[in-house]
């Protein structure tokens, strides 16, 4: 599902999004702007096509989802922000989503009646149809498990992209040498007549090296998956007893000084012409954790990062409302399942490219 040539093909759905995306910032120009909601709504409607299908969300801008507008991105972005408040509230928030992804399914599966021979899989839930019908699987695949991978699918994507842009940009603003920094490296490689491309990333190291130092500082689960050791073994002098839970705490390793110099401080030159990568083996740097449990989407949310934080760098200048300091802008955590800023940033953008590359 999560091959390079899949995630390749979906590309057009992020140009598309990603132009839907400045064209509705560039309309806020001059205005205090609660970023990370302009951010989810970015990887929401990019994650929504995706899995369920073009049909579910058209770049028309119309915000209503599936063919009865059952319910929109707003009302889908609240369950979302739910997701990841307090286990009480579940129950009563699998009911509502259970309606949804039932509604989903059964579209999908009509749609596929309908067209017999016709049929071409649009979304990562067509996919997942398909496993489910398939008479002779490794796994058989229930109509709960594919609710809830289209669930985790969607979910998984959606806040973790957004708020790891949401802190690059908040460590950005109070630092204007590094946007200055970035900008001249995309000045130079993209140039100013056209936005940032996802074949232009590798050429851009430096926005990479942004990228890991968020993500090694502000890495979204702090602690990864819970393991269960298999046997008795010893790590680092340490004997771990088989049937041992253990918890991997990556926020501790991205901030420990025998493995990073002036850990508390936001330095991403630490990464330019460093070897260290963030695919699961550099054990000081796993914002995706490692291993079979590892995050199946990782080259997906890196591409999602790095484009849209390149594009807010390429199409913007950014400071903060003049009411906020940069020594005052609070970095403060939240708790939850994924770890976001405890006040979301509020930032004011304008535009630094011909004002004709906004228009949709
Ligand atoms: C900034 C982007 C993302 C970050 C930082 C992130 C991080 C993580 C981490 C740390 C884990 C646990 C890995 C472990 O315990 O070893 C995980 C698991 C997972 N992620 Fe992501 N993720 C991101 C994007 C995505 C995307 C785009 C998707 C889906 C399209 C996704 C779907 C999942 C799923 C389904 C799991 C559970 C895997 C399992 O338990 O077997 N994630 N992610």
Redesign the pocket.
Known sequence: MFSAKRIESFEYIRVEEMHTFVSRLFGLSGKPVVLVKQLTHLTLTIMIRMVLGNKYFGVSGDDRLGSDSKMSVQELQEMIDEFYGYVKRMKALKKKLDQFHDHVLDEHKRRKEELDKDFVAQGFVDLLLQLADDPDPDVKLTSDAVRGFTQ??IS??TD??AR?VEWAISELIKEPQLIRQATEELDKVVGKERWVEETDIPRLPFLEAIMKET?RIHP??VL??PRLAMQDCNVAGYDIRKGTRVFVNIWSMGRDPYLWERPEEFHPERFVGSNINVKGTDFELL?????R??????S??LK??QLSLANLLHGFNWKLPDSTKAEDLSMEEAFGMITPRKFPLVAVMEPRLPHHLYKL
């Open positions: 985790d699918l998984g994507g973790s992209s790891t993500m979204v689960g990864l998956a914002p995706f954790g490692a291993g449990r590892m995050c199946p989407g990782y997906l949310g999602m990062i």
